[in-house]
Structures are given as structure tokens and as C-alpha cells.
């Protein structure tokens, strides 16, 4: 079997072998990404399996998904964050794409207001086909402090954010597509209430059907900021999400319980939310 597990070849088998290979691997995948089990279908009764033991349909079906992708999971707009995460569970991550991350080419950021910089992450992303790709594009432009300070910067500053927040959203919706168009999944991530939301370019992606929108209060997984006494206290950072994973919608719609006190993320505390927990 070659591409699954990771891009790892495994040697002469069987047919029966290698139809059981194939579960176990994506019966570790699964149980690594939180996923349940998959639904297994009457057992065959043909000799293709050696055994006579295994759904056909079902090992097909596993064939078709592992070619559709190579990676587990690639993130862009962030620095090793969950990819990093990834390998320490067993997962086979991508590129983590971020302007802290150097394009290998060149050895400069991966700065995505250059076009340049764009189609080579679309072509790395295009062979990588991870299973998951996480956006979580720059919120500057569309955040209610940008908005308040707007009138009291230089109309060409204002100009240029505005236009850069434009084209960083617009290039996680065609990466997100392209997910889309070919059997895989994404999740984008911005604050639940950046004016993003209200954007052509997310209510365009809303409208397909296969989308789902989800919002969750990030104290109720786990994140905390400091506090003025020295302490740490929760911190709400009420985050929404789309996502085409209902099992990932799922799992990402908690609301805050009301059964602790938060601290705001201001006063340099909104580096804190970059970071995020683990549910």
C-alpha cells in the first residue's frame, strides 16, 4: 500500500493483507483525529479478501479516501501549532504556513499579500492534499478596535489594511474550495465578532450546503490569561468556526457554563489567544 500511513510503502502481501493493513490504518487515524468509528457494512462473500471476512465496499471506499489525500492536516495563517500537535499523536502533518514559517525556496516568510508567495502555497498545498486544512487568516482589518482607530489614521494606512485583510480572507476561501472540490476538509477560525463574518466572501462560502458555522466560548477549553494579581483566570474569546466536519462542528460549539469569572484579553493579553487549548 503505497501513500497511506503517511507515504510509507509496505511490502509484498496478500490482498487480504492489505485490505486489513488499510483498516488499521485508518482505524488509527480516525481514533487519533477524535473521529468515531467507521460503520462497517455486511461482511463479503468473494475471494478478493482472502477470507471472505471484510466488506468490499468498505475497503474500496478506504482506497478512494487515501488517494485523495497525503498529509493529515496543514494549517496556514499559523505557525506549528496544531501540526505540531499532530506528530506528537501519530499523525502525518503538513506545512504549517505562517509569516513566522520561511518558504524553503527563497528562505523568506511565508508572506501571502505577495502573489508569488500565494501560488507556492497553493502548489505545496496541492500536493500535500491534507485530510484538514486550518485557516486563520489575520484579523486586524476586520476587528471593532481597527474600526474605532479608522478615523484617526492616514486614509492610504486604512486603505492598505483594508485591502490586505481582502486578500488574505479571499485566499483561505479558494484554498478552503479547493478542499472541497475534492473530497477533503477544512475549519476557519476567526473572532466570533469580526466583521469578516458579514463579509461577500464568507456568506458566499456560507451558502453552500455542505458547510457548517459553529461558535464556541474558548474558556470552556481550557484557555486562561494572567490577571492584574498575578494569577491566571479564564479567558472567554468567543471564537466561530466553519467547517465542512460535522464531527469538528461538533466539538467546537461549547458556550461558556457561567460557573467561573473571566479576565478580558486586553492590556497585552490578547497575545493569549493565539494559543490555542487543548479540549
Known amino acids: 500500500i503505497e501513500g497511506a500511513g503517511g507515504g510509507q510503502v509496505v511490502g509484498p502481501m496478500s490482498a487480504g493483507e492489505a485490505d486489513r493493513r488499510l483498516l488499521d490504518i485508518d482505524r488509527e487515524r480516525r481514533q487519533a483525529m477524535g473521529l468515531p468509528p467507521r460503520p462497517e457494512g455486511p461482511p463479503s462473500t468473494g ?12 475497503i474500496a471506499n478506504l482506497a478512494i479516501e487515501y488517494i485523495k489525500y497525503n498529509k493529515d492536516v496543514s494549517e496556514v495563517y499559523s505557525p506549528p501549532r496544531v501540526c505540531s500537535t499532530a506528530l506528537k499523536v501519530g499523525l502525518d502533518p503538513g506545512t ?25 502555497a497553493r502548489d505545496r498545498i496541492n500536493r500535500e492534499k491534507p485530510f484538514l486544512l486550518i485557516g486563520s487568516p489575520p484579523c486586524r482589518s476586520f476587528n471593532s478596535l481597527f474600526a474605532s482607530n479608522m478615523s484617526r489614521m492616514d486614509p492610504e494606512q486604512v486603505k492598505q489594511i483594508v485591502a490586505e485583510g481582502r486578500i488574505h480572507m479571499e485566499f483561505c476561501i479558494e484554498l478552503y474550495r479547493e478542499q472541497l472540490r475534492n473530497g477533503r476538509y477544512f475549519l476557519h477560525e476567526h ?15 456560507m451558502k453552500d450546503p455542505s458547510v457548517i458555522r459553529v461558535t464556541a466560548d474558548q474558556c470552556m477549553y481550557g484557555l ?40 478580558a484579553l486586553v492590556s497585552g493579553r490578547c497575545a493569549d489567544a493565539a494559543f490555542y487549548p487543548l479540549p
Open 47 to 58: 475471494s478478493a479478501n482472502q477470507g471472505g471476512d471484510m466488506d468490499i465496499g468498505m
Open 96 to 120: 504549517s504556513f505562517d509569516l513566522t514559517e520561511v518558504d524553503p525556496i527563497d528562505r523568506k516568510p511565508w508572506d501571502f499579500v505577495d502573489p508569488q508567495k500565494r501560488e507556492r
Open 191 to 205: 473572532p466570533a465578532y469580526a466583521s469578516s463574518w458579514q463579509t461577500d466572501i464568507i456568506e458566499g462560502m
Open 224 to 263: 486562561e490569561t494572567r490577571t492584574d494579581d498575578g494569577g491566571t483566570a479564564p479567558a472567554l474569546n468567543p471564537t466561530r468556526f466553519l467547517t465542512n466536519s460535522e464531527p469538528m462542528a461538533k466539538l467546537l460549539r461549547r458556550r461558556c457554563d457561567k460557573s467561573h469569572v473571566h479576565q
